[in-house]
């Protein structure tokens, strides 16, 4: 199986008009080649990196595919940039380095963040799109279940004080600096937004992934499935492009650290991808 580490000089495609986010600027974004065949792009959630997110499971999606494991904005060993943290600019950047590495298409696997920005690949960038994979997604975030955003007010650095993820953090990035990427998280999280309009729009094949005591809302990720062309009432009209599976007795968290969960998560993310190659 072969292996590639890089941090890639990208222009980062912000100037793009639909884009509300300023002038274009420079960034470097780290990422990992693993394995060969169908490219398969890895995007993390929060406050994580390649290895705290995919190490489990990574080297069994690079059997069957060219796994390009990302790290976005202010995480890993991606540096910060004087910008805020978004959805779309970090969408942005990846389509940039599938550009730089004459990836044409490929399919896209996010956890939270990550399957936020996967979305937002599909939105903006639609024809470097093959699949999805949305772990705990969200279009809008009304989808959020009731004192999330109060919940993130009241998050600071010193919280994370000592942790395995800050010592984790400071020993990866560029040019550390753990409480401006909590204000920029922050602010990520507590910025509305609602992409339901734009999400009907997309057509390629889709697996969702989410908990039943998930952050986001169950009525959120039924929504999202339908608007994603998810069938009802398969035996009479047959099955659609996009699944839904929802996982008992789980978190947010829960989703991919319960152990119990990791094995699910991975056999059903396989058999959607193998069932497309």
Do not use: C
């Amino acid at each position: 199986m072969s292996f590639t580490r890089s941090t890639l000089p990208l222009l980062s495609m912000l100037a793009i008009m639909t884009a509300p986010f300023g002038a274009a600027v420079s960034a470097e974004l780290y990422y990992e080649k693993h394995g060969e065949g169908p490219p398969l792009v890895l995007l993390h959630g929060a406050f994580m990196d390649i290895e705290s997110n995919w190490a489990t499971m990574r080297d069994d999606l690079a059997q069957n595919h060219t796994v390009v494991a990302v790290e976005l904005q202010g995480h890993g060993r991606t540096a910060d940039r004087a910008q805020p943290l978004s959805y779309e600019g970090m969408a942005d950047d990846v389509a940039a380095l599938l550009e730089e590495l004459d990836i044409a298409s490929a399919s896209m696997m996010g956890y939270s963040m990550g399957a936020n920005v996967a979305l937002q690949m599909a939105i903006r960038h639609s024809d470097q799109v093959s699949s999805l994979v949305l772990i705990s997604p969200s279009a809008s975030d009304s989808g959020n279940a009731a004192g999330h955003k109060a919940m993130v007010e009241y998050l600071s650095a010193d919280m994370f004080a000592g942790t395995p993820l800050v010592e984790t953090y400071e020993a990866l990035s560029p040019a550390p600096d753990f409480p401006a990427l909590v204000d920029k998280v922050k602010a990520l999280e507590l910025t509305a937004f609602d992409w339901m309009d734009d999400v009907e729009r997309i057509t390629v094949p889709t697996l969702i992934i989410g908990g039943d005591a998930d952050v986001v809302t169950l009525d959120h990720l039924a929504a999202l499935y339908l608007a994603l062309g998810g069938a009802t009432h398969g035996d009479l009209n047959g099955l659609s492009n996009t699944q839904l599976a929802i996982l008992p007795a789980t978190t947010h968290t829960g989703v991919l650290m319960n152990p119990d969960n990791l094995p699910i998560v991975k056999d059903m993310s396989l058999r959607f991808l193998a069932d497309l190659d």
